[in-house]
Nanobody, 117 residues
């Protein structure tokens, strides 16, 4: 059974940092692209960052480039999102995702990130 379990969300002040983790199980982790999405209240879920199976390629939405870093540890079946210089507009529930084919998405339960003074 495929499972994605996020952790690391918290309340942090503007300018602060957080590292999110997503522990994965139930599939051959190193073969698949992993992504982080986020959804703020009243907004659609948006793609934040993606990393390929080997970790050789990463992509970011423009609003987080230079501040967020996605990485993975294939020995631990875990993907990370290091978030620096956090802004109030980064406040959202962050979700881990892996996709099969063109339309089958698997999601974790999400972890809340709140950036506020």
């Amino acid at each position: 059974q495929l499972q994605l379990v996020e952790s690391g969300g918290d309340l942090v002040q503007p300018g602060g940092s957080l590292r999110l983790s997503c522990a994965c199980s139930g599939f051959t982790f190193s073969r698949y692209t992993l992504s982080w999405y986020r959804q703020a209240p009243g907004k659609e879920r948006e793609l934040v960052a993606t990393i390929t199976g080997t970790g050789g390629r990463t992509d970011y939405t423009d609003s987080v480039k230079g501040r967020f870093t996605i990485s993975r540890d294939n020995a631990k079946n875990t993907v990370y999102l290091q978030m620096n210089s956090l802004k109030p507009e980064d406040t959202a529930v962050y979700y881990c995702n892996t996709r099969r084919g063109s339309s089958i998405d698997y999601w974790g339960q999400g972890t809340q990130v709140t950036v506020s003074s």
